[in-house]
């Protein structure tokens, strides 16, 4: 029985289905959070883009050594994550400003894969992972939201339209930032973890700068994080309780990176944080 309930476990987690989950929580929380109506179906267009996201960027490199030699049940989920995706992102309707965020975000992937550069992809350039994965989600969340049916916020007395609820522009790049930050911090972790996996070339965090000083940088990450959140000026003190408790909480999984051996620790728990500030944004 523990055999197949960590068989279970290893592909909920492999498959990617773990991470998109974890991923459209932090989405439904944030939005929710600054209440901006986000649509149902842009939800699924995340989940089931980072499925397929974050398999490219896990597999991608083996599919392309071993394009018949590798899981075909991830060849298949992948694939069809892709195509209800695109069916999704169809029935949307979406803005060309979002169209065009949307494709600078699939050239970001790619360029991650395909060996464009001497050989390999930009996996090998220093850092490129931990800040791409931190800006596409910052953009997938915040930015394309705010665009998905315009090309620009119309002021405030011209919106008639249900379907959104805008931020200020100088809101946009705060709140951007922030989740920008904060996946940074959620990164470190999973940069720890991969010392033992990593290559040299990737030069990850870690590899460049130590695993201590990670560590310190994801705390700073998290104060820093606090510290625009201080600078809002919101008056919904619970709100930001949940907030608060979610940074507290990603500081701490921080700080014990690398004191747990089990891998589970940084692919499961430390990635289901967003999913936990759901569950207090709910309780709260």
Sequence with gaps: MMRLLKLILDFYIRSSLHVAICFVALAIVYNNVYELYVPFGYYIFLFCSAIAGYNLI?????????????????????????????????????????????????????????????????RYSP????????????ILIIAIPQFLYYETIPAAHLINDYRLSFLPS???????????????????PFEIRDLKYDEEQLKTLPQVLGVQVS???????????????????????DIQYSEIIMVTITGAAIWFSGKFKSDYYASFFVEAIPLLWLIIFWAI
């Excluded at 850092?127 to 910052?138: E, G, P, Q």
């Design 170 to 188: 100088h809101y946009i790049e705060l709140h951007t930032l922030k989740i920008f930050i904060l996946v940074i911090a959620l990164c470190i």
């Design 215 to 237: 560590k310190y940088i994801g705390l700073c990450l998290c104060v820093l994080y606090l510290l625009l959140l201080y600078f809002q000026n919101f008056e919904i003190e």
């Design 127 to 138: 850092f490129f992972k931990l800040f791409s994965v931190s800006i596409v989600w910052a």
């Design 58 to 122: 896990k597999y991608g490199f083996l599919w392309l050594k071993k394009p018949l030699g590798f899981n075909i049940t991830y060849k298949l989920l992948s694939l069809m994550a892709t195509v209800i995706a695109l069916a999704v992102l169809i029935k949307l309707e979406i803005s060309g400003y979002a169209l065009i965020l949307l494709m600078m975000i699939t050239a970001i992937n790619l360029l991650y894969v395909l060996p464009i550069w001497k050989g390999h992809g930009l």
